[in-house]
């Protein structure tokens, strides 16, 4: 018996060669893994894709969501964190000093959403110690309150002699009054009589209505009298004294005059008149005898 053998020849293997190399060419598109990678076909294992890379751990950190819950990482989203559970808040609402209403925010716990603010009035109020307050947005435009202070322990004693505190009366500083005093009550009768002697010599009676304190005493300061001027007796002029309620100065007082002597024709002798500033005294008129004796 004859075997025959069959032997390739060079073109054979050659055409063998290229369809090989062309069924070990796999398409060039890729697959996204769960972790964000990608893979390509496996010319190896009938172009399938490779498989993906085992999934990493992710850090065991948690994520708090507006809810109050709590969410931690996925592997499968490249250990990002998982989406809040969204969740359906109470549907009451909250009144707003102005008026309005606000509901509650899914994004903040299931908060009350901040009311809005509105524009007050601008106008002010007179506190008790002499400063002013706005109004308040947060509370309906209400005015705000006034300061409240913290007051020295010293006392203030009212004048004595009234007809109902006849021993004085004492108070402390008031917080409502900007630590100022209180007036001292008023006497439904009269002060004490006594009066109050002022620098310039004039004197002051107690004042009802200043709380039995002694009228303010004249001032003499920039006092401006009138510029009329009196005369003396004595030939001498006076004018008016700004720190003496404008009354005229007093007179000087009679002149000195020298004790010389002035003789007459009839022989008679006259002096000098102190109150015709020292000028001599009128000489004596002699009488006529009409008989001629």
């Given at each position: 018996?004859?075997?025959?053998?069959?032997?390739?020849?060079?073109?054979?293997?050659?055409?063998?060669?290229?369809?090989?190399?062309?069924?070990?060419?796999?398409?060039?598109?890729?697959?996204?893994?769960?972790?964000?990678?990608?893979?390509?076909?496996?010319?190896?294992?009938?172009?399938?894709?490779?498989?993906?890379?085992?999934?990493?751990?992710?850090?065991?950190?948690?994520?708090?969501?507006?809810?109050?819950?709590?969410?931690?990482?996925?592997?499968?989203?490249?250990?990002?964190?998982?989406?809040?559970?969204?969740?359906?808040?109470?549907?009451?609402?909250?009144?707003?000093?102005?008026?309005?209403?606000?509901?509650?925010?899914?994004?903040?716990?299931?908060?009350?959403?901040?009311?809005?603010?509105?524009?007050?009035?601008?106008?002010?109020?007179?506190?008790?110690?002499?400063?002013?307050?706005?109004?308040?947005?947060?509370?309906?435009?209400?005015?705000?309150?006034?300061?409240?202070?913290?007051?020295?322990?010293?006392?203030?004693?009212?004048?004595?002699?009234?007809?109902?505190?006849?021993?004085?009366?004492?108070?402390?500083?008031?917080?409502?009054?900007?630590?100022?005093?209180?007036?001292?009550?008023?006497?439904?009768?009269?002060?004490?009589?006594?009066?109050?002697?002022?620098?310039?010599?004039?004197?002051?009676?107690?004042?009802?209505?200043n709380d039995c304190y002694h009228e303010e005493c004249p001032s003499t300061l920039f006092v401006s009298c009138s510029a009329d001027v009196k005369e003396c007796e004595n030939g001498v002029f006076v004018s008016r004294d700004p720190n003496n309620n404008c009354k005229f100065e007093e007179c000087p007082s009679t002149l000195v005059c020298d004790a010389e002597v002035k003789k007459c024709r009839d022989g008679a002798f006259v002096s000098r008149d102190p109150s015709n500033n020292c000028e001599f005294e009128d000489c004596?008129?002699?009488?006529?005898?009409?008989?001629?004796?």
């Open positions: 018996m004859k075997l025959s053998i069959a032997i390739p020849t060079f073109a054979s293997l050659l055409l063998l060669s290229t369809f090989v190399t062309y069924t070990d060419a796999c398409t060039y598109d890729l697959k996204t893994c769960p972790d964000g990678t990608q893979v390509a076909r496996d010319p190896n294992n009938q172009c399938r894709f490779e498989a993906c890379p085992s999934r990493k751990a992710c850090a065991y950190d948690l994520k708090t969501c507006p809810d109050g819950t709590q969410v931690a990482r996925d592997p499968n989203k490249q250990c990002r964190f998982k989406a809040c559970p969204r969740r359906a808040c109470p549907r009451d609402l909250k009144p707003c000093p102005d008026g309005t209403q606000v509901g509650r925010d899914a994004n903040n716990q299931c908060r009350f959403k901040a009311c809005p603010r509105r524009a007050c009035p601008r106008d002010l109020r007179d506190c008790p110690d002499g400063s002013q307050v706005g109004r308040d947005p947060k509370n309906n435009c209400e005015f705000r309150r006034c300061p409240s202070y913290s007051c020295d322990n010293d006392v203030k004693t009212c004048p004595e002699g009234s007809s109902v505190f006849p021993g004085g009366f004492s108070m402390h500083r008031d917080p409502a009054l900007g630590c100022r005093f209180q007036k001292c009550p008023k006497a439904p009768g009269v002060c004490a009589g006594d009066l109050k002697q002022c620098k310039d010599g004039s004197y002051v009676p107690r004042v009802l209505e004596p008129i002699r009488k006529t005898n009409l008989r001629g004796n």
